[in-house]
């Protein structure tokens, strides 16, 4: 089996209810998302997900030089950022494919696949 990363994608800038355009639309969200949660973990497919807080609550840390150096913010500035995440043990990039559409389609977002290095 391979590691999957499936991280979901939306808009910057949010609103009082994420990204979505009502508290119904969002609960609506989370519910169908832990439901798809639940079918992960009975499917053997769950590792591990969350959700992240808004990117200006980030910090780009550069340990790079002699002394760390440490920004506000998100490390690029975009239209869209990584809202949150799935990783999953797939047998193969079909399933992950599949798994992703239901992820999408349970929380409104385009979901990005990408597998871990060295698990292929």
């Known amino acids: 089996m391979t590691h999957y990363l499936m991280s979901v994608h939306g808009p910057a800038e949010r609103n009082e209810f994420g990204n979505y355009g009502s508290e119904e639309e969002m609960e609506a969200a989370f519910a169908a998302t832990g439901a798809f949660n639940e079918r992960l973990r009975a499917g053997g497919y769950w590792v591990f997900a969350g959700g992240l807080e808004p990117a200006s609550t980030a910090t780009v840390v550069d340990g790079?030089?002699?002394?760390?150096?440490?920004?506000?913010?998100p490390y690029l500035e975009t239209k869209e950022l990584i809202g949150g995440f799935w990783v999953i043990d797939a047998p193969d990039l079909d399933v992950a494919l599949r798994l992703a559409a239901e992820g999408s389609k349970a929380c409104g977002g385009k979901v990005e696949v990408r597998p871990f290095q060295g698990m292929a």
């Open 64 to 73: 790079q030089g002699d002394t760390p150096v440490m920004t506000d913010g």
